[in-house]
Every structure is written in structure tokens, then in C-alpha cells.
């Protein structure tokens, strides 16, 4: 065989990988619009993409009715020892699942391309960047890393060491059989990582956390390994640009669970005047303590993977006006006219619509017409307040940390931790309702430690201590401050409390001058809230947004106790402490 590339390892890999899965032909993608294009192109030939007439270079596609979302039980970590994936990960020895595997890639690319995609999880030349090569036989997946990362011949020119990744549909074809739109292979699918190795095997699914390996797979899972190793942080986090009316410009970091928000947040048009966000990521975030004390993030990657549904002109405006162009959108809504369409966009379902099943959708169904999970892929760079400061290697000092999640009573708006390991309690002790983004039941409260629990690479109870371990590395006038946010308390009428969207920039207000110790605070069992938010022009109920229970968080407290036995000795005791200290402040 040719030599692919001018790096011996990856094109021992590539060989290797070929003489396992077979396929027809091997493809070294350079990254180039043209290349994108004749994918594309070639995607619209075959019926799987439908251009759309309404945003240029655009394309609706939908998937499997059962490919939809990530696929949490059929997700590995497969760690030498049982011990190190921890109790909220599924473990098999590393030795039987590559038995595994080597059986299902046996000859599972027959009949079509593989294609060999070099990339880059952040700006090429920072030193918090990380390449990946992902080997896959899916022309979609080329598309959307295409959107989602630096790809192609400069990340391979950049790059020396690289975290393989293979990712197969797992439909062979026959020779002069006709393929799938949406090839899958729903009751076999595998999502395996060998943290260890610094590996990535991906069978069966085509969704992009399944799929797209640079994200959950690499920048989360094998990332926050290696962030352990190498001490820093791979979080499940947005990073925004908060400027003040008087210019002076912080950043921060905000952890929520999947579909929760973090897209609306990372690119929120403030209600109050004279302040201004900017975004810099919507999903993860590379943190490290910089030479001069501060924890600086980058986004490690290039583009968004947003939630449709819910997303219009006000809840999110600018990533409405992010993707006019160059976008892929899956298990959306298509309308006669050749545009999208979703859920919460605006009014009622328009008429002739098609739905993401690809069939004439009937309102009358009562079924939606755009996938709870559907989502759009699109270049970061499109979006009208990207931030500059992305592409800076060295990142952005981050001011603040906020914990979020989707919690109807016990949690106030806003609470400020006491310490960092108070806010490393407060981050361990995130439960959220579950959302579409995951296959299973939807809104059903769950832990969720620091939004990453389908996403932690080991041991969360090292996790935790990782986290203290990374306060210890700098002074604490220099570490961020650390939030517990909830936007979506409800009332007694089961009506959201708060208004959520631009109003949360009033928050924002009081966290940005609470780290400029300006905003006065009120010390409560939970942490410091408000002594006043600024509410002008909004009515809402303060008393109930910030009302503690006493009895729920005792409860709350028994909950946590018992949840954090799961991590037995791994569990460190300093948290342990500080959980105590709640329930007597309580
Ligand atoms: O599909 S993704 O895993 O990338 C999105 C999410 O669940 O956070
Ligand atoms: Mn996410």
C-alpha cells in the first residue's frame, strides 16, 4: 500500500486498520471546501442529504428512527482495572473487549470508503491542544468534523502524537448492494475507550456523540484522562465573554448537563443594556493554570452541535442567524420551501411539512415534528458573536465557574460557594433532570457530578479529588469563584419561576461585580446569594426564586450522602467534610 501520510505510526495504524475492516477504499481527507462539497455532493446523489433552497450550502438529513441520541449503556471504559472506570462508568477487561471488537470491525467497512480524518481539538499550535486522527466510513462524520474541529492537511502538519479513533456504522455492503440512508446497526453498538491506551473504538451508531469521536470521545472521556495525568481539566463547560457598560471584559466557565442550555447561554443576547457576551464555546472546555496563577480554558473545538428544538429568534438569536449558512441539520423538520423547522422556532407547525421521520408529518399526531434531540452543525466561526479570544492558544482567564441544572424546586437562582472545595462540593452535588440527549426516559432527576457523568474517563471519585488537587496548584485570590445556578425552579403553580434566556445576563451582572468584589452577598446555610439582583423591568419572585427549605435540603443532603457512598475510598475526604459542614450549617 501507498504511504498515506509522512507520519510511520498512523500509517501503521491506518494499514492495520484496514486489514481488519476491509474496505474498498481508503480516503486521507485534506479538510478543503472542495472536499466538503463533493461529499456533500455526493451525500445529495444518493438521497441521504437534501439541499436546502432557504440557507445556502445547507442540508437536512435524518437519521435511524433509533440512532438518535448517545447511547449511555453502551458506553465503555475500559481501564486495566476495574477500579480506575469507577462505579458510574461500564467497565470490561480491556483484553476481552478488544476480542470484542476485533470481531465486529472484522470486515465491517466491506464495500465502502474509509475515510482517515486528521484533527486538532483546539487552536493548532496552543499547548492545550490535542490531535486525533478518527478513521471512519461514514461520509456524514467527515461532514460534521469538518464543522466541529480544525481538520485536515494543517492539523496533520501540526501533528506528532495523536489519539486514534475508529468509528464504523457497521453495515458491510455487498458488491451491487444498495446502501442504507442512514446506515446503523442499532441493537449492536459499542462506544468503547481504552483511557489507558488513549484509544477510541466506536461501532453502530452514526449520532454524533457516538460518532463524532473529537467530542465526547476524545475531548471528555479520553481528555479528562489525560487532564488527570497531566493536571488539567476536561469539562463538560460553555466559555463566554462578559463585558461590563464600563468595557472591562471577564470570562466564564458554566458546566450543565447535556440540553440544558449551554448553546442559549454561551451565545445570550443580554436584556440589560450595555453589557455584551461573546462566545468563545458551547460545550467543552480545556482548563489549565496559567504561569501567572489563573485558570485559562480553550474550546476544543471548532463548531456547534446544538440542540434544534427550542432555539428561535428569542430564545437564542444568534444562533438562529449562525446557521443562514454551511449547515447541516439532522432530525429537524423540512418545509415545502426548502427550510427547517422545529418545535419552539415560532408558532404552530407550518402546513406540507416533512418530519425528521422523513414522512408528511400530520399535526394531528400529536407527535413532534422535529426530534426532542434533532440538532444543527455548524462552523463556530459563523456565529456573530464568536469570540476572537477562541483562537488565542494560550485561552482566556476564567473569572467564574457555574454548576447548573434542570432542578423544579430545592436549588435558589444563584448561590455563591465559600471556598473552592465548597464549590467542588457544590459541582459534585449536580443532580439534573434527564433530557433527549441521551436514549432513555426524559425528566427524570439524576445525579449528574459537574454535568460530566456520562463523560468522565475514570474514577469520578479521583475526579473529585483531581479537582481539589487542581485549587491547590495556585492561590485562591487567583482561582475562579464557583456558582450553583438553577434557572428552571418552578412555583407552586408548576410555572418556571425565573424567565431564563437574556434575563439570565442579571446574573451574570451579579457574578461578574461579585468577582470585582463589588456586589454585596448574603451568607445562607447553602452559600452566598444575592442581597440584590438587578430586576429592573421584570417582575419575578424573589422570595420563592431564593427560598432555602430546610427539609429538602436535609433531604437533599441524605441523598448526597448516600450517592457519594458509591465512591467509597475513592470519595476524598475533604468533600466529606465539607457536606458535613452543610448539614450543620442546615
Ligand atoms: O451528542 S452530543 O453528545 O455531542 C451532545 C450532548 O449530549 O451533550
Ligand atoms: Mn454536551
Given at each position: 500500500?501507498?504511504?498515506?501520510?509522512s507520519?510511520p505510526k498512523?500509517n501503521?495504524?491506518?494499514?492495520?486498520m484496514?486489514?481488519?475492516?476491509?474496505?474498498k477504499n481508503?480516503?486521507?481527507?485534506?479538510?478543503?471546501?472542495?472536499?466538503?462539497?463533493?461529499?456533500?455532493?455526493?451525500?445529495v446523489?444518493?438521497?441521504?442529504?437534501v439541499?436546502?433552497q432557504?440557507?445556502?450550502?445547507?442540508?437536512?438529513?435524518?437519521?435511524?428512527?433509533?440512532?438518535v441520541a448517545?447511547?449511555?449503556?453502551?458506553?465503555f471504559?475500559?481501564?486495566?482495572?476495574k477500579e480506575?472506570?469507577?462505579?458510574?462508568?461500564n467497565?470490561?477487561?480491556?483484553?476481552?473487549?478488544?476480542?470484542?471488537?476485533?470481531?465486529?470491525f472484522?470486515?465491517?467497512?466491506?464495500?465502502?470508503?474509509?475515510?482517515?480524518?486528521p484533527y486538532?481539538?483546539g487552536p493548532?499550535?496552543?499547548?492545550?491542544?490535542?490531535?486525533?486522527v478518527?478513521?471512519?466510513?461514514s461520509?456524514y462524520?467527515?461532514?460534521?468534523?469538518?464543522l466541529?474541529?480544525?481538520m485536515?492537511?494543517?492539523?496533520?502538519a501540526?501533528?506528532?502524537?495523536f489519539v486514534?479513533?475508529i468509528h464504523s456504522?457497521?453495515?458491510?455492503l455487498?458488491p451491487h448492494?444498495?446502501?442504507?440512508?442512514w446506515?446503523c446497526?442499532?441493537?449492536?453498538?459499542?462506544i468503547?475507550?481504552?483511557?489507558?491506551?488513549?484509544?477510541?473504538?466506536?461501532?453502530?451508531?452514526?449520532?454524533?456523540?457516538?460518532?463524532l469521536?473529537?467530542?465526547?470521545?476524545?475531548?471528555l472521556?479520553?481528555g479528562s484522562a489525560m487532564?488527570?495525568?497531566e493536571?488539567?481539566l476536561?469539562?463538560?463547560m460553555?466559555?463566554l465573554?462578559?463585558?461590563?457598560?464600563e468595557?472591562?471584559k471577564?470570562?466564564?466557565?458554566?458546566?450543565?448537563p447535556?440540553?440544558?442550555?449551554?448553546?442559549?447561554?454561551?451565545?445570550?443576547?443580554p436584556t440589560l443594556?450595555?453589557?455584551?457576551?461573546?462566545c468563545?464555546?458551547?460545550d467543552?472546555?480545556?482548563?489549565?493554570?496559567?504561569?501567572?496563577?489563573?485558570?485559562?480554558?480553550?474550546?476544543?473545538e471548532?463548531?456547534?452541535?446544538?440542540v434544534?428544538?427550542?432555539?428561535?429568534?428569542?430564545?437564542?438569536?444568534?444562533?438562529?442567524?449562525t446557521f443562514?449558512?454551511?449547515?447541516?441539520?439532522t432530525?429537524?423538520?423540512?418545509t415545502?420551501?426548502?427550510?427547517?423547522?422545529?418545535?419552539?422556532?415560532?408558532?404552530?407547525a407550518?402546513?406540507?411539512?416533512?418530519?425528521?421521520?422523513?414522512?408528511?408529518?400530520?399535526?394531528?399526531?400529536?407527535?413532534?415534528?422535529?426530534?426532542?434531540?434533532s440538532?444543527?452543525?455548524?462552523?463556530?466561526?459563523?456565529?456573530?458573536?464568536?469570540d476572537?479570544?477562541a483562537?488565542?492558544p494560550?485561552?482566556v482567564?476564567?473569572s467564574?465557574i457555574?454548576?447548573?441544572?434542570?432542578?423544579?424546586?430545592?436549588?435558589?437562582?444563584i448561590a455563591?460557594?465559600?471556598?473552592?472545595?465548597h464549590?467542588?462540593?457544590l459541582g459534585?452535588?449536580?443532580?439534573s433532570?434527564t433530557?433527549?440527549?441521551?436514549?432513555?426516559?426524559?425528566g427524570?432527576?439524576?445525579?449528574?457530578?459537574?454535568?460530566?457523568?456520562?463523560?468522565?474517563?475514570?474514577?469520578?471519585?479521583?475526579?473529585?479529588?483531581?479537582?481539589?488537587?487542581?485549587?491547590?496548584?495556585t492561590?485562591a485570590?487567583?482561582?475562579?469563584?464557583?456558582?450553583?445556578?438553577?434557572?428552571?425552579r418552578k412555583?407552586?403553580?408548576g410555572?418556571?419561576?425565573w424567565?431564563?434566556?437574556g434575563d439570565?445576563?442579571?446574573?451574570?451582572?451579579?457574578?461578574?461585580?461579585?468577582?470585582?468584589?463589588?456586589?454585596?452577598a448574603?451568607?445562607?446555610?447553602?452559600?452566598?446569594?444575592?442581597d440584590?439582583?438587578?430586576?429592573?423591568?421584570?417582575?419575578?419572585?424573589?422570595k420563592?426564586l431564593?427560598h432555602i427549605?430546610r427539609?429538602?435540603?436535609?433531604?437533599?443532603?441524605d441523598?448526597l450522602?448516600?450517592y457519594?457512598?458509591?465512591?467509597?475510598?475513592?470519595?476524598?475526604?475533604?468533600l466529606?467534610?465539607?457536606?458535613?459542614?452543610?448539614?450543620?450549617?442546615?
Open positions: 500500500m501507498n504511504k498515506l501520510t507520519n498512523l501503521r495504524w491506518i494499514e492495520e484496514a486489514a481488519l475492516t476491509r474496505p481508503i480516503y486521507l481527507c485534506d479538510g478543503s471546501e472542495e472536499e466538503y462539497k463533493r461529499l456533500a455532493h455526493e451525500l446523489q444518493a438521497g441521504v442529504f439541499p436546502l432557504k440557507k445556502p450550502n445547507s442540508f437536512w438529513c435524518h437519521s435511524h428512527p433509533d440512532d448517545r447511547v449511555e449503556e453502551n458506553t471504559i475500559c481501564s486495566k482495572d480506575d472506570a469507577g462505579p458510574t462508568n467497565w470490561k477487561d480491556p483484553a476481552e473487549m478488544r476480542q470484542i471488537l476485533q470481531t465486529l472484522s470486515g465491517c467497512m466491506e464495500g465502502r470508503t474509509m475515510y482517515v480524518i486538532c481539538m493548532l499550535t496552543s499547548p492545550l491542544s490535542r490531535f486525533g478518527e478513521i471512519t466510513d461520509p462524520v467527515v461532514l460534521n468534523m469538518k466541529m474541529t480544525r485536515g492537511k494543517e492539523a496533520l501540526h501533528m506528532k502524537e486514534p479513533g456504522v457497521g453495515v458491510p455487498k448492494e444498495k446502501d442504507l440512508k446506515p446497526n442499532p441493537h449492536n453498538r459499542w468503547v475507550h481504552f483511557p489507558e491506551d488513549r484509544e477510541i473504538w466506536s461501532f453502530g451508531s452514526g449520532y454524533g456523540g457516538n460518532a469521536l473529537g467530542k465526547k470521545c476524545l475531548a472521556r479520553i487532564g488527570r495525568d493536571g488539567w476536561a469539562e463538560h460553555l466559555i465573554g462578559l463585558t461590563n457598560p468595557g472591562e471577564k470570562y466564564i466557565a458554566a458546566a450543565f447535556s440540553a440544558c442550555g449551554k448553546t442559549n447561554l454561551a451565545m445570550l443576547k443594556p450595555g453589557w455584551k457576551i461573546e468563545v464555546g458551547d467543552i472546555a480545556w482548563m489549565r493554570i496559567g504561569s501567572d496563577g489563573r485558570l485559562y480554558a480553550i474550546n476544543p471548532a463548531g456547534y452541535f446544538g434544534a428544538p427550542g432555539t428561535s429568534m428569542k430564545t437564542n438569536p444568534n444562533a438562529m442567524l443562514t449558512k454551511n449547515a447541516i441539520f432530525n429537524v423538520a423540512l415545502e420551501d426548502g427550510d427547517v423547522w422545529w418545535e419552539g422556532m415560532d408558532g404552530s407550518p402546513a406540507g411539512l416533512t418530519s425528521w421521520l422523513g414522512e408528511p408529518y400530520d399535526p394531528a399526531s400529536g407527535k413532534p415534528a422535529a426530534h426532542p434531540n440538532r444543527f452543525t455548524v462552523s463556530a466561526k459563523q456565529c456573530p458573536i464568536y476572537k479570544e483562537e488565542n494560550e485561552g482567564p476564567i467564574a457555574l454548576f447548573g441544572g434542570r432542578r423544579a424546586s430545592t436549588l435558589p437562582l455563591e460557594s465559600f471556598s473552592w472545595a464549590g467542588v462540593l459534585a452535588s449536580l443532580s433532570e433530557t433527549a440527549a441521551a436514549k432513555g426516559e426524559v427524570k432527576l439524576r445525579h449528574d457530578p459537574f454535568a460530566m457523568l456520562p463523560f468522565c474517563g475514570y474514577n469520578m471519585g479521583d475526579y473529585f479529588a483531581h479537582w481539589l488537587e487542581m485549587g491547590r496548584k492561590t485570590d487567583k482561582l475562579p469563584h464557583i456558582y450553583s445556578v438553577n434557572w428552571f412555583g407552586s403553580d410555572k418556571f419561576l424567565p431564563g434566556f439570565n445576563s442579571r446574573v451574570l451582572k451579579w457574578i461578574f461585580e461579585r468577582t470585582s468584589h463589588k456586589a454585596k448574603t451568607k445562607t446555610a447553602i452559600g452566598y446569594v444575592p440584590s439582583l438587578d430586576l429592573q423591568g421584570i417582575h419575578v419572585d424573589v420563592s431564593f427549605d427539609e429538602e435540603w436535609l433531604q437533599e443532603v441523598g450522602e448516600e457519594f457512598q458509591r465512591f467509597g475510598e475513592h470519595f476524598p475526604m475533604e466529606k467534610l465539607e457536606l458535613a459542614q452543610l448539614k450543620k450549617r442546615l
